[in-house]
């Protein structure tokens, strides 16, 4: 772990403290990088499949299931 001095906006730092429930500071700052990092990789994951749905790669996919769906719906007709 490293010690780094920054300076940042008191009202700001007041706010994040209040809505995270954090009594210092310190943690108010490591909470919020934690949590900025979090929400980063989580859009980075639901853009994979969004890509790959934009490049058809599920296109295969979702025609065995609608063959399939059809399938199961004939046979109880």
């Not at 929400?39 to 296109?59: C, D, N, Y």
């Not at 295969?60 to 769906?69: F, I």
């Amino acid at each position: 772990m490293s010690v780094t001095r920054i300076d940042l906006d008191d009202e700001v730092l007041a706010e994040a403290m209040r809505l995270m429930g954090a009594p210092t500071k310190k943690e108010t700052a490591k909470g919020a990088l934690r949590d900025h990092v979090a929400r980063i990789k989580r859009l980075e994951a639901a853009e994979k499949p969004a890509a790959r749905g934009e490049r058809g790669e599920f296109a295969a996919v979702a025609a065995a299931y609608a063959a399939a769906k059809r399938a199961r719906r004939a046979a109880f007709e």
